[in-house]
């Protein structure tokens, strides 16, 4: 497949680097089965879920413990060699893409519970988790674990920490760093570190509520301790078909605007709609413009009042179809279409582009207009299947990686919606993280003062910058050679949202 980055010396022009001291060394610490050096052994791990950014590392280390963690940790700093952490390799924003004179740290050897209180409601458990396995783990005692990205069959728990996942039910039960307790993590020193507490609350500063997101720049997860919520009594999903974007837009404000806080809210247009349908059969109105899944849980009681609410609604807001689910066979189809919205899109495309922003809830219509209006400007279709509760999209940028030019128009496409996003008030990431692929548009977002108070943060927790570096902190040079160029671009190309 072709990239749009192809990193490393063979493509930098570099004099050749000898990683040979630092698979030695590694090799003294790991069985020699845990250190990957050759290309065919290291090629798997070029890149992420985003495969637009590669770059085979030196070596690939595969601990087992954490005292293996702290002895790589300290021959790294030692040796002044940076440090890619990675769990499954799910992350949509090269977060986890390797350095080319660097140790990628793969962490899937962590995976065991350790143990689940279902009187605290909480279980501790390893990075290398799967997200869905914890909620497994946990039904029988009652509970759940209540983020749920897309990707949980198969994304870690060590990952979702460092990107601060979400899921279709974030809205109501909040993103990771809402569901985590405390974090033990290991420094580029090699020291063992715990952030938070099993307390609800613990003292000093909330030093987790930065670590949670940070995209593995301050330290390596060895263990976390996760909050359990009780599987609710009941759940049902009202899915509403809309005559325009902008209807379904001006639902989700007014979901909210009456005081309602669904278990999931979530919106696909008729692009994303038309893709799923046939792969799903979830009996979606093809006919509508855009539709809305909005799902209440609760007693049973409270589950038929509020579906109530939400369709009256719905209803003002100029619905043209409703449909609730009457049996959790129904609920679970109903979502079919949303939970696999990526695997569906490889059915219609060769390729697709995730992207992450998040705005203003009222300004969903306007902003999928936008969308739309670039669809014709880049020459590529784009699906849109999101998070619409919380305003967090995830356009899906259509293309053929075979064509070069298609590369590079959905990677100037992508780069357009974040910007609008930043211009009309919203961020450039809800939950997928910056890594290598947001970078640029982190200067549009955020001053220089700004942008170096995160590098202060991080430069705390690692001074020699060896983790995860050049990667979510732009560097002067970057922004002053993108930053002010693309913002005066973005006013110029969307002159009508400058109102916003």
């Not at 010396?9 to 000898?18: C, F, I, K, P, R």
């Not at 209540?146 to 994304?155: G, H, K, L, R, Y």
């Amino acid at each position: 497949m072709n990239t749009l980055v192809e990193t490393g010396l063979a493509s930098s022009g570099q004099e050749a680097y000898s990683a040979k001291p630092v698979i030695d060394a590694l090799c003294a610490i790991l069985p020699a089965h845990s250190v990957l050096y050759r290309e065919e052994d290291t090629r798997p791990y070029e890149c992420d879920g985003l495969s637009l950014y590669r770059c085979l590392p030196a070596a690939v280390a595969l601990p087992e413990t954490e005292a293996q963690v702290q002895d790589i940790m300290r021959l790294c700093k030692r040796l002044n060699v940076p440090v890619v952490a990675r769990g499954a390799g799910t992350s949509l924003s090269g977060g986890a893409m390797p350095h080319a004179r660097g140790v990628l740290l793969g962490m899937s050897k962590f995976n065991r519970i350790k143990r689940v209180d279902p009187q605290a409601c909480t279980a501790v458990v390893e990075p290398g988790v799967r997200n869905l396995a914890v909620s497994e783990a946990a039904g029988v005692h009652g509970l759940y674990y209540a983020p749920d990205p897309s990707s949980q069959i198969a994304c870690t728990i060590g990952g979702n920490v460092a990107e601060n996942s979400g899921g279709v039910h974030c809205l109501k039960y909040g993103l990771t760093v809402h569901n985590v307790l405390r974090v033990r993590m290991v420094t580029i020193e090699g020291d063992v570190v715990e952030l938070g507490s099993d307390a609800p609350d613990a003292p000093g500063l909330d030093l987790l509520s930065v670590f949670v997101g940070s995209e593995g720049m301050l330290g390596i997860v060895t263990e976390v301790t996760v909050k359990l919520v009780p599987k609710p009594q009941s759940a049902r999903v009202v899915l509403g078909s809309f005559p325009s974007v902008e209807a379904a837009g001006n639902a989700v404000a007014q979901v909210i605007g009456a005081g309602i806080i669904p278990a999931g809210l979530e919106m696909m247009d008729r692009q994303a709609v038309h893709m799923v349908e046939p792969f799903v059969q979830a009996g979606y109105d093809l006919d509508a413009q855009a539709l809305l899944l909005c799902e209440s849980d609760g007693t049973p009681e409270e589950v038929e009042h509020e579906i109530g609410r939400v369709e009256q609604v719905f209803r003002q807001a100029g619905a043209t179809r409703l449909q609730v689910s009457t049996s959790e066979a129904e609920r679970l189809r109903f979502w079919a279409g949303r939970k696999n919205a990526f695997p569906a899109a490889g059915r219609v495309s060769p390729d697709y582009y995730c992207m992450d922003g998040t705005i203003p809830r009222r300004h969903l219509g306007r902003v999928l207009n936008a969308i739309e209006q670039m669809e014709d400007e880049y020459g590529l279709r784009c699906a849109n299947v999101f998070h619409a509760g919380d305003g967090n999209l995830h356009p899906l940028i259509l293309f053929d990686s075979n064509k070069p030019d298609e590369i590079e128009r959905a990677d100037k496409f992508g780069a357009a919606i974040l910007e609008l996003c930043v211009q009309v008030g919203g961020t450039v990431t809800g939950e997928h993280g910056v890594g290598m692929e947001k970078i640029n548009q982190m200067c549009v977002q955020f001053s220089r003062d700004e942008l170096d108070a995160f590098l202060a943060v991080k430069r705390a927790f690692d001074p020699p910058l060896l983790l995860n570096p050049e990667k979510v902190i732009p560097t002067l040079a970057r922004c002053a050679e993108y930053g002010k160029m693309h913002v005066h671009a973005g006013e110029m190309r969307f002159p009508q949202l400058s109102r916003f």
